[in-house]
């Protein structure tokens, strides 16, 4: 039984959800526990490893993209204690987004002949950019938008920098209780992300795939590596808990938080 959906976005990424209502969607999915895990952002509301939010534990998280060679792959870290270090990689990476988020607006306007109303700040997404576009005259609706202009490769798509494995997973290993690698099974090679995680503490074993998978590689990897078998459903949206963790699994988890 999930007891603890620990993969969740809010509006600080590319969320719907607010701490408020992230409570409510957590009622509602009978789960005790969210990790929020925003992309390449501490919650800026969330002052410690763990909050009470009513009945539900809220856990500090990130979701750092990293990069090693050509594979780019997604960390998660739980238990967040902000640090200096972290501070710095995180202002670097939010600066670039923000930059890169300007130039693909202009890239959109130039190429479409449209005015794009969307906000360029730290915490922009290309999520954000899709949706501008589907509200624009543009002939694109938020899907073709992601598909078929900003995405990678797209016309209109524009690179940003991330960080370098090492450095993203020392970062994050001095400030978080865990570090883990995101959803295996969604990359591009599989079996070379999953090498990654002999450096981590965790890896996330239960995620809601589109598609159906074979698991027996992810928990190869965490029967060599003693690692932390995590679970969330990646929500970007209100529906949580299509994915996560059981109770025992979260005591042991909760257990490597300091609050």
């Given at each position: 039984?999930?007891?603890?959906?620990?993969?969740?976005?809010?509006?600080?990424?590319?969320?719907?959800?607010?701490?408020?209502?992230?409570?409510?969607?957590?009622?509602?999915?009978?789960?005790?526990?969210?990790?929020?895990?925003?992309?390449?952002?501490?919650?800026?509301?969330?002052?410690?490893?763990?909050?009470?939010?009513?009945?539900?534990?809220?856990?500090?998280?990130?979701?750092?993209?990293?990069?090693?060679?050509?594979?780019?792959?997604?960390?998660?870290?739980?238990?967040?204690?902000?640090?200096?270090?972290?501070?710095?990689?995180?202002?670097?990476?939010?600066?670039?987004?923000?930059?890169?988020?300007?130039?693909?607006?202009?890239?959109?306007?130039?190429?479409?002949?449209?005015?794009?109303?969307?906000?360029?700040?730290?915490g922009i997404h290309r999520t954000h950019i899709a949706h501008a576009i589907?509200?624009?005259?543009?002939?694109?609706?938020?899907?073709?938008?992601?598909?078929?202009?900003?995405?990678?490769?797209?016309?209109?798509?524009?690179?940003?920098?991330?960080?370098?494995?090492?450095?993203?997973?020392?970062?994050?290993?001095?400030?978080?209780?865990?570090?883990?690698?995101?959803?295996?099974?969604?990359?591009?090679?599989?079996?070379?992300?999953?090498?990654?995680?002999?450096?981590l503490d965790a890896v996330e074993l239960a995620y809601p795939y589109d598609?159906?998978?074979?698991?027996?590689?992810?928990?190869?990897?965490?029967?060599?590596?003693?690692?932390?078998?995590?679970?969330?459903?990646?929500?970007?949206?209100?529906?949580?808990?299509?994915?996560?963790?059981?109770?025992?699994?979260?005591?042991?988890?909760?257990?490597?938080?300091?609050?």
């Amino acid at each position: 039984m999930v007891v603890a959906d620990l993969h969740v976005h809010t509006t600080n990424s590319d969320g719907t959800l607010t701490l408020a209502t992230l409570r409510e969607a957590a009622e509602r999915a009978g789960i005790e526990a969210v990790a929020v895990t925003d992309h390449d952002r501490v919650h800026p509301d969330l002052e410690r490893p763990l909050t009470r939010s009513g009945r539900i534990e809220i856990v500090h998280g990130i979701e750092l993209g990293v990069t090693t060679g050509e594979l780019r792959v997604d960390l998660l870290g739980y238990g967040v204690r902000r640090s200096d270090r972290l501070q710095e990689l995180l202002e670097t990476v939010q600066a670039n987004r923000v930059e890169r988020a300007r130039q693909i607006v202009a890239r959109v306007e130039d190429r479409l002949g449209v005015e794009l109303a969307v906000d360029v700040e730290p915490g922009i997404h290309r999520t954000h950019i899709a949706h501008a576009i589907d509200r624009s005259d543009a002939p694109y609706d938020y899907r073709r938008a992601r598909d078929e202009l900003i995405g990678d490769g797209c016309p209109c798509h524009v690179q940003r920098m991330v960080p370098e494995f090492d450095r993203g997973r020392r970062v994050l290993s001095e400030a978080c209780a865990l570090v883990g690698l995101a959803h295996p099974l969604r990359y591009p090679d599989p079996e070379r992300a999953l090498a990654l995680s002999a450096d981590l503490d965790a890896v996330e074993l239960a995620y809601p795939y589109d598609r159906a998978v074979d698991v027996a590689s992810v928990v190869a990897a965490i029967n060599d590596h003693d690692l932390v078998a995590t679970g969330g459903s990646d929500a970007h949206d209100d529906r949580l808990g299509l994915a996560g963790v059981d109770r025992a699994t979260y005591d042991r988890i909760r257990s490597r938080i300091r609050d």
